[in-house]
């Protein structure tokens, strides 16, 4: 069975500093992996995807996530957060015979000036 | 591209009303998908669909939930009839096969 997991409900960081938001998974397969962003009355956007390649991966607006298939994790950062970085993060999976895509239970980031 | 469009953006109806809710996909994808969030349940997948033939509808909750795609350009999800219970903010997403999806706006949904 597909699952992830978003172990903090919220993130709080200081503009300027380094932020990491966390996501573990379990998957049968290669996992595809991606993270997405929903900011209030919007739906969600993607930022960046894992299928294959290079661990580190980058994306939209400065993100970037790195995989790490021993620790089935794929946390999402960012060297410098802005204060418009503050929304509802979503890490989401599937397996690469499957078409269901599963999200986690939503990070809430708070940057503060 | 305009994107994935859902209509109405919000809903209000009272319990036993059948509610309808539209979306169009993105020119040329093939997949599309019904979520619903909720804050106690976040993000649920309802029903796929791929080149408009329903491939998943084990996430809909009752048979009072039913949802269409009659061509490549549309698809509707409809409540009938329409409980309390049922409301929270329904998105549709399409995408390419293995591709990410593209979620519209929503439709906040309030049966009273």
């Known amino acids: 069975a597909q699952s992830v997991a978003q172990p903090e409900d919220q993130v709080n960081v200081a503009e300027g500093n380094p932020l990491t938001v966390k996501c573990t998974y379990s998957?049968?397969?290669?996992?595809?992996l991606f993270w997405y962003v929903q900011y209030p009355n919007r739906g969600l956007q993607f930022l960046l995807k894992?299928?294959?390649?290079?661990?580190l991966v980058k994306g939209s607006y400065g993100f970037e996530a790195e995989f790490n298939k021993s620790q089935t994790s794929f946390h999402l950062k960012k060297p410098s957060a802005l204060v418009s970085d503050s929304a509802l993060y979503f890490c989401?999976?599937?397996?690469?015979?499957?078409?269901?895509?599963?999200f986690g239970s939503g990070t809430r980031l708070l940057v503060r000036p | 591209d305009a994107g994935v469009i859902q209509s109405p953006r919000h809903e209000v109806t009272e319990m036993g009303q059948e509610v309808t809710l539209r979306c169009k996909p993105i020119s040329g994808h093939n997949s599309l998908f019904w979520y619903r969030q909720t804050m106690m349940r976040g993000l649920e997948l309802l029903i796929y669909f791929n080149n408009n033939v329903p491939i998943d509808d084990s996430g809909m909750p009752e048979d009072r939930f039913s949802a269409k795609m009659p061509n490549a350009s549309f698809s509707t999800l409809k409540i009938q009839p329409s409980e309390p219970r049922d409301s929270a903010v329904y998105f549709c997403a399409s995408s390419l096969i293995n591709s990410p999806l593209h979620f519209g706006n929503g439709t906040r949904l309030t049966v009273t």
């Open positions: 989401a999976v599937k397996g690469d015979s499957s078409y269901k895509l599963i």
């Open positions: 998957v049968s397969g290669n996992p595809y």
């Open positions: 894992y299928i294959t390649g290079d661990n």
